[in-house]
């Protein structure tokens, strides 16, 4: 158990909607990032939130967004969902935002778009 | 641009088999390097962590991975791997993005141990 808790575990829906992803990080942990785990285009970066503030973004589409919360916790929320938002999410989370400290991840949210 | 290669991309041995997995990265800065492994429908958990130091580093699970700068490589071995080996491993690399860090995954080496 890596302390990271990601709910849901599964989330099937349908083109066109929106769904939030949760994500609380191991307990004193200030960052939390996100990725993308699909097939075809493997683990991509997503975000990443340091202490309430963005501080890195990746390969994210301007349909998908987040935040970090004062308690630490964060929202991925992905709309107008396309087929190819299929994919594994990824949260994790490190004590510092200044890449000395390993991320540990989350289970995981598999996301199905039928 | 910043990348991490993994040479193999699937990889069968047998039980009792040395394994060694390859992993070059392209970054012009100081790198902090990492592997990863998957077991199968579960997340990603931390072999080892490169930061600075000695170029060796000793993992969990009687893994190793070597550090050679000159190279820009970070080898992973076992030299006796097992059944439970079976997984998926990543290396990545702790890369500046924007005023923070990612990390920048490999595609992946995906290793069946065979009894």
Known sequence: DSGVTQTPKHLITATGQRVTLRCSPRSGDLSVYWYQQSLDQGLQFLIQYYNGEERAKGNILERFSAQQFPDLHSELNLSSLELGDSALYFCASSLTGDGNQPQHFGDGTRLSIL | AQSVSQHNHHVILSEAASLELGCNYSYGGTVNLFWYVQYPGQHLQLLLKYFSGDPLVKGIKG???????????????????????????????????????ALNFGKGTSLLVTP
């Not at chain 2, 893994?63 to 059944?83: D, G, H, T, Y």
């Open chain 2, 63 to 101: 893994f190793e991975a070597e550090f050679i700068k000159s190279k820009f490589s970070f080898n992973l071995r076992k030299p006796s791997v097992q059944w439970s080996d079976t997984a998926e491993y990543f290396c990545a690399v702790n890369a500046v993005k924007n005023s923070g860090y």
